[in-house]
């Protein structure tokens, strides 16, 4: 009787085992397919705010519990951002620009255009423009400020043309011609 007691209970423990094996990975299942996430539809992002071959652009947001902080954050974070991008790209176009051309003294006119570079970078984010804005507020009463800053491709080329042609070191050896179709060609790689 022992025994038989044994074997019941043996296989009353292992069938209750592979029960909660089966309900564990049913479990698994339905919490993988309905993880509960919730796709999120982010203001003044997505392809259309994407930078490409015409104008750079950058998105952000800024979080707070006072609305003009909250856009105070979010303008700071797209400008930087928009720093880095146009930072990128003038790095781009002067490494091509100056490995494409035969000037003699290649290092001590990369120094120059790192000058420029600056200069070029700081007056283009006071012309970027907004080209698109949302605020919104949280249901824990902070507000959100969505932005998307826009900076033109001709008008950063525009600046770069003119801080050259001021420079008299760099005027001397500047082929715009040369320089604007290596500065379309870095921007025509944008957004590929």
Do not use: H, W
């Amino acid at each position: 009787m022992k025994k038989s007691f044994l074997k019941v209970a043996t296989g009353v423990l292992i069938v209750s085992a592979m029960s909660l094996m089966f309900v564990s990975c049913k479990t698994a299942k339905v919490v993988a397919a309905d993880s509960g996430e919730v796709e999120v539809k982010t203001p003044c992002a997505g392809a259309e705010f994407n930078s490409n071959s015409k104008a750079l652009r950058f998105s952000a947001i800024g979080e707070s519990m006072d609305q003009m902080t909250a856009k105070k954050k979010a303008m700071s974070e797209a400008r930087a951002g928009l720093a880095g991008a146009v930072n990128t790209l003038i790095k781009g176009v002067t490494d091509n620009y100056v490995k494409s051309s035969n000037y003699n003294n290649k290092e001590e006119l990369m120094k120059n255009y790192e000058g420029v570079n600056r200069e070029v970078i700081n007056q283009s984010l006071s012309g970027s423009t907004v080209i698109c804005e949302k605020t919104t507020m949280t249901k824990a009463g902070t507000y959100k400020y969505y932005v998307c800053l826009e900076l033109g491709g001709n008008d950063i080329l525009q600046q770069m043309n003119n801080k050259m042609t001021n420079n008299e070191q760099l005027k001397v050896d500047y082929n715009y011609e040369k320089f604007k179709k290596t500065f379309n060609e870095e921007m025509g790689k944008i957004g590929q």
